[in-house]
T-cell receptor
Framework: GAGVSQTPSNKVTEKGKYVELRCDPISGHTALYWYRQSLGQGPEFLIYFQGTGAADDSGLPNDRFFAVRPEGSVSTLKIQRTERGDSAVYLC??????????????FGPGTRLTVL | GIQVEQSPPDLILQEGANSTLRCNFSDSVNNLQWFHQNPWGQLINLFYIPSGTKQNGRLSATTVATERYSLLYISSSQTTDSGVYFCAVHNNAGNMLTFGGGTRLMVKP
């Protein structure tokens, strides 16, 4: 079956602009996660959805970052007033149930965001 | 929060060689995954291994949860094994994965 997909694959924007990054999880997966990966580092958690609700947004760095998942499937990560420090690869993952002890997370190919 | 450390940070192998990658974590965990990030950036699941030993072809992994470490073994390495290997853990704090810094592997022909 299809894996996690993300669009766009690359996004170049100017400082101060607004961007939206999209994630399509594996069909039927109820849990969805966003991570951010800076060059040379491991991914870092941003936000976790269980269904339509954000169950944990403790990783969002500040209030310029926001994410939604209105119908419990596709999710959009929104970044306002982008800064050069936001440049990174944004990864989306999904898992079947979100159960802590048994779930495996499956990752998409990522969106590479460059803020000039 | 939980700390995850991987070693070595960089590894260069000749094709056909074997290697062991290590992941240490600072607290008890309920889930541990190993990933391979290929040169195109895709994270590929290798193992879900909170404890015990698993094998898949030339790869195997062992997690000793009571001693807070996991090992990934690569045998008869191939150039396609090149990339970055990440260990990531869940703990009681939440559903997110906490990643180590990765081991960057280059396999030379």
């Amino acid at each position: 079956g299809a894996g996690v997909s993300q669009t766009p694959s690359n996004k170049v924007t100017e400082k101060g602009k607004y961007v939206e990054l999209r994630c399509d999880p594996i069909s039927g997966h109820t849990a969805l996660y966003w991570y951010r990966q800076s060059l040379g580092q491991g991914p870092e958690f941003l936000i976790y959805f269980q269904g339509t609700g954000a169950a944990d947004d403790s990783g969002l760095p500040n209030d310029r970052f926001f994410a939604v998942r209105p119908e419990g499937s596709v999710s959009t990560l929104k970044i306002q007033r982008t800064e050069r420090g936001d440049s990174a690869v944004y990864l989306c993952a999904s898992s079947p149930t979100g159960a802590r002890y048994t779930d495996t997370q499956y990752f998409g190919p990522g969106t590479r965001l460059t803020v000039l | 929060g939980i700390q995850v450390e991987q070693s070595p940070p960089d590894l260069i192998l000749q094709e056909g060689a074997n290697s062991t990658l290590r992941c240490n974590f600072s607290d008890s965990v309920n889930n541990l995954q190993w990933f391979h990030q290929n040169p195109w950036g895709q994270l590929i699941n290798l193992f879900y291994i909170p404890s015990g030993t698993k094998q898949n072809g030339r790869l195997s992994a062992t997690t000793v949860a009571t001693e807070r470490y996991s090992l990934l073994y690569i045998s008869s390495s191939q150039t396609t094994d090149s990339g970055v290997y990440f260990c990531a853990v869940h703990n009681n704090a939440g559903n997110m994965l906490t990643f180590g810094g990765g081991t960057r592997l280059m396999v030379k022909p």
